[in-house]
C-alpha cells in the first residue's frame, strides 16, 4: 500500500489555517487505501470530525443526479436528442431574451427546443436565479412568489421556471443554473417515482448508502457539520447552514442541483462504483459505457471558454461533470477522462476511471476555497498512489 504521509499533512495543515475540519477517503482498485478525518465537526462544541459526520452536498448532488439520469437513458427511457417538451410540455413554447447594444431587452419565441442533453450540459438558456439578467430577475420574481405560499415541491419549482425567458437560444452557449433541478422532475416523470424514492431505490440503498439523503432520520440532525465563515479577526465563525430547513422532515422539496448530505464513506460507496465502472460488489449499477458517455466532453470551443475558470483549466464538461480534456492546462496530474465536481460548502469528487481511483473530500465552509484546497488534495493523491 502506498503512503499517505504528504495527504496526512496537507489535510491537518488545512485545518491549522482555513478550516475548522474535513475528511477524506481515498479508494484505489476497488480498496480503501486512504481515510482521514481532522479537525472539527463543530469547534465552538468539542465535536470531532469523524467518520459519521454529515456534510450538506450542495452541487455535488448534481453528479449523483445525472447518473441516476443516465441510468434511465441506458434503459431506453429517452435520448439526449430528445426535445425536453416531449416529457415536461410547460417547456414547449419558450421565449429568449434578446438585448440591444444600448441594454434595451425584450423577447421573441425560441428558434430551437430545449433538448434533453442541454439539461445535462448546462446548455439549456436556464442559468440561477442570483444573476441581473432579466431571466435571473424574473427567475428571481417566481421564486419568491413560490416561497410566499410555504414549502412547495420540485414539480411546482420546474412549473415556474417554465415561466421565465431563456438567457439565449438552447444549445448556443453555457450557463452554470436549473437545469440539473429540471433534469430531476424529468426522472420522477420517466420513472413515475419521487426524485428521493427513485435515488434511494436505484443508488442509495444498492450501494448501502445509509448516510445520504434530503431528509433527516434517526440521530442525522445531531451529526450534521457546523458552516463556518470568514471573521473579522482573520480566523473563522460558526454561521447558519443555508437552506438547512429543507432536510427537516416537513420538507416537501427534493432538489436536483442541490438538496443532498452525505457522509465522505457514503459518498466514497457511489464514487468508488463509478471509478471501478459501474460495478459494486459484483452487481453492476451502470454500464462502464454509459461512464465514457457521461465524461465525454459536451461543449464547443465556444462555450468551454465561458465554462473555464481558474479552477477548471484543463477540464471540459461531459454529462454535467467536469471532465480532463488537457493534463498539461490542468495544473495537475490527474488522467485524461477523470470526472467530477464541487459543492459550495466544499464537497469535492474526484472520479478516475483510467485508474479505478475515486477522491472524496469534504469540509463546510464559505467561500469554499476550492481553488485552494481541492486541486491540491488531487495533486497530493495522485503523487501518493502507486
Known amino acids: 500500500m502506498s503512503s499517505f504521509k504528504h495527504l496526512e499533512e496537507l489535510l491537518s495543515g488545512f485545518v491549522q489555517k482555513d478550516i475548522a475540519g474535513c475528511g477524506c477517503v481515498v479508494t484505489h482498485h476497488g480498496n480503501i487505501v486512504f481515510e482521514g478525518y481532522y479537525g472539527y465537526a463543530d469547534r465552538e462544541r468539542n465535536l470531532l470530525m469523524d467518520e459519521n459526520s454529515i456534510h450538506r452536498l450542495f452541487s455535488t448532488t448534481k453528479v449523483i443526479i445525472c447518473t441516476a439520469a443516465m441510468l434511465l437513458f441506458e434503459r431506453g427511457k429517452f435520448l439526449l436528442n430528445d426535445p425536453l417538451s416531449q416529457y415536461l410540455p410547460e417547456f414547449s413554447e419558450m421565449e429568449v431574451v434578446h438585448t440591444s447594444t444600448s441594454g434595451y431587452a425584450w423577447t421573441k419565441p425560441a428558434q430551437s427546443p430545449i433538448l434533453v442533453k442541454d439539461l445535462f450540459a448546462m446548455t439549456s438558456g436556464i442559468p440561477y436565479s442570483d444573476g441581473q439578467s432579466l431571466t435571473a430577475m424574473r427567475l428571481r420574481e417566481l421564486q419568491e412568489e413560490l416561497g410566499a405560499e410555504g414549502t412547495y415541491t420540485l414539480e411546482q419549482l420546474v412549473q415556474k421556471i417554465a415561466q421565465a425567458p431563456l438567457l439565449f437560444e438552447p444549445g448556443s452557449n453555457w450557463a452554470y443554473g436549473f437545469s440539473h433541478d429540471i433534469l430531476a422532475r424529468l426522472i420522477e416523470v ?109 461543449l464547443t470551443e465556444h462555450q468551454l471558454a465561458q465554462f473555464h475558470n481558474p479552477y477548471s483549466e484543463g477540464y471540459g464538461y461531459g454529462l454535467g461533470v467536469r471532465t480532463l480534456m488537457n493534463i498539461g492546462a490542468s495544473n495537475g496530474n490527474s488522467s485524461l477522462g477523470e470526472f467530477g465536481w464541487t459543492g459550495m460548502t466544499g464537497t469535492y469528487v474526484v472520479i478516475d476511471p483510467e485508474e479505478q481511483l475515486s477522491i472524496v473530500y469534504m469540509h463546510q465552509r464559505l467561500p469554499n476555497m476550492e481553488r485552494e484546497h481541492h486541486l491540491r488534495v488531487r495533486n497530493t493523491v495522485y503523487g501518493c498512489i502507486e
Do not use: C, W
Open 190 to 298: 420517466v420513472s413515475g417515482m419521487s426524485i428521493d424514492e427513485f435515488l434511494r431505490k436505484e443508488l442509495f440503498e444498492p450501494l448501502g448508502m445509509k448516510d445520504t439523503g434530503y431528509q433527516f432520520s434517526g440521530d442525522q440532525k445531531s451529526r450534521m457539520v457546523t458552516l463556518y465563515a470568514p471573521d473579522e479577526q482573520g480566523g473563522i465563525k460558526p454561521i447558519p447552514g443555508r437552506n438547512d430547513v429543507a432536510f427537516e422532515p416537513e420538507s416537501k422539496f427534493y432538489g436536483g442541483g442541490s438538496g443532498l448530505f452525505s457522509t465522505p464513506k457514503d459518498y466514497t460507496q457511489f464514487a468508488k462504483m463509478l471509478a471501478n465502472g459501474g460495478k459494486h460488489e459484483g452487481t453492476q449499477i451502470i454500464g462502464r459505457k454509459t461512464i465514457d458517455l457521461l465524461r465525454a466532453n459536451q
